[in-house]
C-alpha cells in the first residue's frame, strides 16, 4: 500500500513516470481521462432507477466546467463514513460553496440504492451529491480501490478526497488506512481550495 501512496502524491521521477504510465489520479491529471469509459450512478430510490432505465452519469458530466469537491470512502453505514466524514462536508457545505465550489460529491462501492437510505438517514442529500460506484471500477481506474474482505466488505474504496477544476485535480488527500480520518476531511480541502 506504501507504493500505492507514494505514486498517487507524488514521489520519484521514475514514480511519476510509472504513474503516467498508467493513468492513475494525481495532481495535475484529468479525473476523467484517469477513468477512461467510467460512469456513476446518482443515489436515487428503486422506482427512480426504474423511472431512468437506470441511467448513469459520464465522468465529464459530473467534473467538466465546475469547480468539484470530491471524496470517496469504503462504505455506507460504516462507523467513521456515518459518524465523521460526511458530517465534515454537510457541516462545511456554506464554506465549500462560498469557495466558489459547484458541488460536494461522495463516492462510495456501493449501489446507488443503499446510497440513497444512507444519504438520507444522514439527512445530506440537500447538501451532497451521492455516487454509487457499484462494481468499483471508477475506484480501481483511480488506483483507490482496495480488499476490505477482513472487515466482511470484500472490495471498496480507500478513504480520500479531491478537489476538482473543469476535470483536473488540483488537490488529492488518501489516507493511510480505510479507518483514519486525518487528511480527507472538509476542513482539510478547504484549505487547498
Known amino acids: 500500500m506504501a507504493s500505492a501512496l507514494a505514486r498517487r502524491v507524488g514521489g520519484s521521477g ?30 436515487r430510490s428503486w422506482d427512480e432507477g426504474v423511472a431512468t432505465k437506470f441511467s448513469a452519469t459520464p465522468l465529464k458530466d459530473i467534473f467538466y466546467g465546475k469547480k468539484v469537491v470530491i471524496f470517496g470512502l469504503p462504505g455506507a453505514y460504516t462507523g467513521v463514513c456515518s459518524q465523521t466524514h460526511v458530517p465534515s462536508y454537510k457541516n462545511n457545505i456554506d464554506k465549500l460553496k462560498a469557495k466558489g465550489i459547484d458541488s460536494v460529491i461522495c463516492v462510495s462501492v456501493n449501489d446507488p440504492y443503499v446510497l440513497n437510505g444512507w444519504a438520507e438517514k ?72
Do not use: C, M, T
Not at 31 to 41: E, K, N, Y
Not at 145 to 156: F, K, T
Not at 179 to 186: D, H, I
Open 14 to 43: 521514475a514514480a511519476a513516470l510509472w504513474r503516467a504510465a498508467r493513468g492513475f489520479a494525481s495532481v495535475g491529471s484529468d479525473i476523467v481521462s484517469s477513468a477512461p469509459g467510467v460512469s456513476l450512478q446518482k443515489a
Open 122 to 193: 444522514l439527512e445530506a442529500k440537500d447538501a451532497i451529491e451521492f455516487y454509487g460506484d457499484f462494481d468499483g471500477s471508477f475506484h480501481k481506474s483511480l488506483d483507490l480501490g482496495i480488499d476490505l474482505s477482513a472487515a466482511l466488505l470484500g472490495r471498496r474504496s480507500h478513504r480520500w478526497s479531491a478537489f476538482v477544476d473543469n476535470g483536473r485535480i488540483k488537490a488529492f488527500n488518501v489516507e493511510k488506512a480505510p479507518s483514519e480520518f486525518n487528511v480527507s476531511s472538509a476542513e482539510v480541502i478547504l484549505d487547498q481550495i
